[in-house]
């Protein structure tokens, strides 16, 4: 069950569920004011001693949630400037515009100087209709925003920022927390939405009250991952369960010279829950790759060595530390021609890229470098573009795609993509996307299907950095950290009991 307050909807979505909301009796000037009602609400909770504050109305209907807002914060007796850039464009924002004027507002140009005298700037310029690089004089004024003093409330999106794609391509109002109206947006919490978004407080102003959806996700492009559904479907275990019914996990990479990503893979894979975790290495990396005891490390010199260890494995983790070498072909060559479950990562993603073809029963874990390759781009156009870029790789490769980096994304042809809000900025420090891929591996072969194994993985992932950066703080994380705080998810998160034929 994926609760609505974690349902993720494109514009075209939102604005599909609004107009069935108005075809279904809601008028869109009651929509409006239950919209500048809730984020006034909200800006009194975050802000209850501002006294002087400044509303910038653009001229669709964002600007008139910015016109309902001011209206109300005056009768609340609150000081109010407004600021209206452009005449209205809809009925329901012209007619909200002239309650606000009505109401004693009066409408002002922008001047830096009405910035210095305010405390708290409402950004209702533009919503969430915007693509591309802001044009004048909203660039202006959006600079200008950012630049002063005030903190930022922004209504539905911050403006210049894409609610699609979490792009800002030309420059973003930065927020301090935003609400958003209906459903929560993906451009909010991926990419460079989070920078720009601050908080974000959904207000679905009771649409769904005269809505009949019986499936949400039918209504929603994707969903936020939470520890309810990660939880449901985290793979069980019976009380009579020994290591050879917990999955074995092979792990191929550490190339010469590298032999600490399979290792940090392999003992995330453990503390997932692993029944066992080999690891096939170059002879090189032999003596530096034993030092955890449980992990079984083999030397693989040729492709006749890896392949006398394939058939005792359930999942493939190929990638960590594999480098690009020749005996790093090889290896790859062999994982990627067997029929088996595999996690591709790193190197192997790499390879991947000169030579695509689809992976069944695989999941794919690439950073936007990584993904830039896979799909022909610069890690720019990645990021300006990511759930495409997820979905697209998915389809391309028939797999699980794991678009790495903020919000990170799981896309699976044929399912919802679920988005990963947890994590923080600590994280981005060697080896840890060889922990993720040991943690999916270590999920996919206690039984969980490759695109469930990656939305949890992906999850414990985050959560557990949480967990050590709030034990020793963020900066100067190491990969390593995670490990105790992944096993006590693995041990917190199955709050179900295993019953009998189940």
């Known amino acids: 069950?994926?609760?609505?307050?974690?349902?993720?909807?494109?514009?075209?979505?939102?604005?599909?569920?609004?107009?069935?909301?108005?075809?279904?009796?809601?008028?869109?000037?009651?929509?409006?004011?239950?919209?500048?009602?809730?984020?006034?609400?909200?800006?009194?909770?975050?802000?209850?001693?501002?006294?002087?504050?400044?509303?910038?109305?653009?001229?669709?209907?964002?600007?008139?949630?910015?016109?309902?807002?001011?209206?109300?914060?005056?009768?609340?007796?609150?000081?109010?400037?407004?600021?209206?850039?452009?005449?209205?464009?809809?009925?329901?924002?012209?007619?909200?515009?002239?309650?606000?004027?009505?109401?004693?507002?009066?409408a002002e140009r922008h001047s830096n100087e009405l910035l210095n005298e305010t405390e708290v700037v409402v950004d209702a310029l533009l919503g969430i209709g915007v693509s591309g690089n802001l044009r004048e004089?909203?660039?202006?004024?959006?600079?200008?925003?950012?630049?002063?003093?005030?903190?930022?409330?922004?209504?539905?999106?911050?403006?210049?920022?894409?609610?699609?794609?979490?792009?800002?391509?030309?420059?973003?109002?930065?927020?301090?927390?935003?609400?958003?109206?209906?459903?929560?947006?993906?451009?909010?919490?991926?990419?460079?939405?989070?920078?720009?978004?601050?908080?974000?407080?959904l207000e679905d102003l009771q649409v769904f009250d005269r809505l009949d959806i019986d499936q949400p996700l039918s209504t929603a492009w994707g969903f936020c991952l939470d520890e309810s559904w990660v939880s449901q479907n985290m793979p069980l275990r019976r009380n009579s369960a020994h290591k050879g019914n917990a999955g074995h996990v092979l792990v191929v990479g550490g190339g010469p010279g590298m032999p600490g990503a399979p290792v940090l893979a392999g003992c995330a894979a453990l503390r997932m829950g692993a029944g066992r975790v080999s690891i096939a290495c170059h002879p090189d990396s032999l003596p530096a790759a034993s030092f955890c005891p449980e992990l079984m490390v083999k030397a693989v010199q040729d492709t006749e060595d890896l392949s006398r260890l394939l058939p005792d494995t359930d999942v493939v983790v190929i990638g960590p530390g594999l480098g690009q070498t020749i005996w790093a072909k090889a290896m790859y060559g062999v994982c990627v021609e067997t029929t088996g479950r595999k996690v591709i990562d790193a190197d192997a993603l790499n390879l991947l890229a000169r030579d695509p073809r689809t992976l069944a029963l695989s999941v794919l874990t690439p950073h936007p470098g990584e993904a830039g390759r896979l799909a022909a781009l610069s890690?720019?156009?990645?990021?300006?573009?990511?759930?495409?870029?997820?979905?697209?790789?998915?389809?391309?490769?028939?797999?699980?795609?794991?678009?790495?980096?903020?919000?990170?994304?799981?896309?699976?042809?044929?399912?919802?993509?679920?988005?990963?809000?947890?994590?923080?900025?600590?994280?981005?420090?060697?080896?840890?996307?060889?922990?993720?891929?040991?943690?999916?591996?270590?999920?996919?072969?206690?039984?969980?299907?490759?695109?469930?194994?990656?939305?949890?993985?992906?999850?414990?992932?985050?959560?557990?950095?949480?967990?050590?950066?709030?034990?020793?703080?963020?900066?100067?994380?190491?990969?390593?950290?995670?490990?105790?705080?992944?096993?006590?998810?693995?041990?917190?998160?199955?709050?179900?009991?295993?019953?009998?034929?189940?």
């Open 1 to 106: 069950m994926i609760r609505t307050q974690h349902l993720l909807c494109k514009t075209d979505q939102v604005r599909s569920l609004e107009e069935g909301a108005i075809a279904g009796g809601r008028a869109a000037e009651a929509l409006m004011e239950t919209a500048g009602r809730a984020a006034f609400r909200a800006l009194r909770q975050r802000w209850p001693h501002a006294q002087f504050i400044t509303v910038y109305c653009g001229k669709g209907n964002n600007g008139g949630d910015g016109y309902v807002l001011a209206r109300i914060a005056q009768d609340s007796g609150l000081s109010v400037r407004l600021v209206s850039v452009g005449d209205p464009t809809t009925a329901e924002a012209a007619a909200a515009k002239h309650r606000a004027l009505s109401a004693g507002l009066v």
């Open 137 to 201: 004089p909203m660039a202006s004024i959006v600079s200008d925003i950012n630049q002063s003093s005030p903190t930022c409330l922004s209504l539905d999106i911050p403006s210049g920022l894409n609610a699609d794609t979490g792009s800002a391509v030309g420059g973003a109002v930065s927020a301090e927390m935003t609400v958003t109206f209906i459903r929560n947006k993906p451009g909010l919490m991926t990419g460079e939405g989070p920078d720009y978004a601050g908080r974000v407080i």
């Open 379 to 502: 890690p720019k156009g990645v990021q300006v573009s990511r759930p495409e870029v997820s979905e697209t790789l998915a389809e391309k490769f028939n797999a699980t795609c794991v678009l790495k980096g903020a919000g990170t994304l799981v896309a699976r042809p044929g399912h919802p993509v679920m988005l990963c809000d947890r994590g923080h900025s600590g994280m981005a420090t060697p080896g840890m996307g060889d922990v993720l891929s040991g943690i999916i591996g270590a999920l996919m072969a206690q039984g969980a299907p490759e695109h469930v194994a990656a939305g949890a993985g992906v999850w414990c992932h985050a959560v557990a950095a949480e967990r050590a950066g709030a034990a020793a703080g963020r900066l100067g994380m190491c990969a390593s950290d995670l490990n105790p705080y992944l096993r006590e998810l693995r041990s917190e998160i199955p709050l179900r009991q295993y019953r009998h034929g189940r």
